[in-house]
């Protein structure tokens, strides 16, 4: 058996659905989860899928998606502009990782438009909303 991608979202993000719906959409966390779940299992992927609001238990994700996933999603959210934590257990993880953000970070606050996590990923999907996970899942499953 194959090891899971571990799609990781950071802070915020359980906020999906109430939050700037008109930024970031209706699509609760929980509805990508399950769709996620869903997509995962017809390309036979696993999928271990968190969310936290806390920095330290991303980074404590990513090192254990080391030795225990095949690949990284990661959603950072805030943490996506600051995070040199989060772009250094990255480093370390060696893995392939897809960075995605429901909206298009780079329409945004000037602040938006820098990432440290981008330093550490194959390739960043961006305005493309709740469809990012999917079209993440699409290009970890063709590399």
Sequence with gaps: MTKPIFVL???NLNM?????PE????TTLRDIEHSVRSHAEKLGLGIEFMQSNHEGDLVDAIQRA???????VINPAAFTHYSIAI????EAAEL?????????????EEFRHRSFVSL????????????????ALDYLAQR
């Design 9 to 11: 979202n950071g802070p």
């Design 16 to 20: 999906l659905g109430v939050r700037k």
């Design 23 to 26: 930024v970031y959409g209706t």
């Design 66 to 72: 080391r030795s225990e996933a095949s690949a990284i």
């Design 87 to 90: 772009h250094d257990a990255l």
């Design 96 to 108: 392939p990782v897809v960075e995605i953000h429901l909206s298009n970070v780079h329409q945004r």
């Design 120 to 135: 550490q990923a194959e390739t960043v999907i961006a305005g493309a909303g709740a469809f990012g996970y999917i079209m």
